[in-house]
């Protein structure tokens, strides 16, 4: 029990060491955009290197998780966002978004791919947050998201739980729900 504790958090530190070389390797103009793709060779330790790549991974994966969301003008919290590739898509299906994620460096990437790209009419926000930590609004979101993330979090139950509290009730709203994206 206690090696099957210590080899999760082994395999959680060595992920946040490729998000942190992914980050690092990106070159100042990089963006995150599935409607915009192009080839970044230096982005060698990511999918991002070869836009075909990213035909294959990334985007039918945030094409499954946006064709399930039902609804119009849907709060949505995007826990993980990454390079906030999907938080783009779902504004621009006229969600308002808020993307989190702890890595600054993948903020700043999500934040300078809104600037630079056409993100509908939703609101899309993004904070630097470790969402453990985080304290955000009891039912306010309509739908919370986690893709390819989960298996980073220690206490993933207990980040379920969170999500749940941070839902609007059903009683409020029919469409509240979690959406759990999990690739191992
Ligand atoms: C594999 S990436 C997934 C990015 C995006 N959700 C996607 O599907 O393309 C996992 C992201 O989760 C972030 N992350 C991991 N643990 C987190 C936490 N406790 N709070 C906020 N973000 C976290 C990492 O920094 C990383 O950017």
Redesign the pocket.
């Known amino acids: 029990m206690v090696d099957r504790r210590r080899s999760a958090s082994r395999s959680?530190a060595r992920?946040?060491r490729k998000?942190q070389t992914v980050?690092r390797e990106a070159p100042p103009n990089f963006v995150a955009d599935l409607q915009r793709l192009r080839d970044w060779p230096s982005m060698r330790g990511s999918l991002w290197r070869r836009a075909s790549l990213v035909k294959l991974t990334?985007a039918p994966?945030?094409r499954l998780?946006t064709g399930s969301i039902k609804g119009r003008n849907l709060k949505i919290l995007?826990?993980?966002?990454?390079?906030?590739?999907?938080s783009l898509e779902l504004s621009r299906m006229r969600h308002d978004v808020l993307g989190?994620?702890?890595?600054e460096r993948?903020i700043e990437i999500a934040t300078r791919t809104k600037k630079t790209s056409n993100s509908g009419s939703g609101k899309l926000q993004y904070e630097t947050?470790?969402?453990?930590?985080?304290s955000g609004t009891t039912g306010a979101y309509d739908v919370v998201?986690?893709?390819?993330?989960l298996h980073?979090?220690?206490d993933p139950e207990n980040?379920l739980l969170k999500a749940h509290r941070l839902l609007k009730s059903r009683g409020r709203n029919s469409l509240s729900r979690i959406r759990v994206?999990h690739?191992g």
Do not use: E
């Open positions: 959680r992920r946040r998000y980050a990334h994966n945030a998780l995007d826990v993980g966002c990454g390079t906030g590739c999907i989190l994620d702890r890595n993948m947050a470790d969402f453990d930590k985080w998201i986690f893709s390819r993330v980073d979090l220690p980040a994206q690739d």
